[in-house]
């Protein structure tokens, strides 16, 4: 078992930046891929970017490629996601996610094991 919880968000101009972190806590961290999803109003969850448990490899949608960092810190047991040059349609609830799988860092919603409550960014234009 593992639980996440999200803090960060906020409300932003667009152009500007957050950083969301993600603290987990239960089994070994260290061997989940972490992912962020984000649900915009009337959306489905939608990838936005992975890392490998060493935190070696990372994946980015196409969207949020070149604005958005993730990271982790398998020592705290947290994620992260700095998001840089935001516009108004980043604006969603964002959620952290962990996956048991050592294949490779997957961006189906339903590969997931384990999700946060979410965090809410909010990007004014």
């Known amino acids: 078992q593992v639980q996440l919880v999200e803090s960060g968000g906020g409300l932003v101009q667009a152009g500007g930046s957050l950083r969301l972190s993600c603290a987990a806590s239960g089994r070994t961290f260290s061997g989940y891929v972490m992912a962020w999803f984000r649900q915009a109003p009337g959306k489905e969850h939608d990838f936005v970017a992975g890392?490998?448990?060493?935190?070696?490899?990372?994946y980015y949608a196409d969207s949020v490629k070149g604005r958005f960092t993730i990271s982790r810190n398998n020592a705290m047991y947290t994620v992260y996601l700095q998001m840089n040059s935001l516009k108004p349609e980043d604006t969603a609830v964002y959620y952290c996610?962990?996956?048991?799988?050592?294949?490779?860092?997957?961006?189906?919603?339903?590969?997931?094991?384990?999700w946060g409550q979410g965090t809410e960014v909010t990007v004014s234009s």
């Open positions: 890392i490998s448990p060493s935190g070696a490899t990372t």
């Open positions: 996610a962990a996956d048991w799988f050592s294949g490779g860092i997957r961006a189906l919603r339903r590969n997931y094991d384990y």
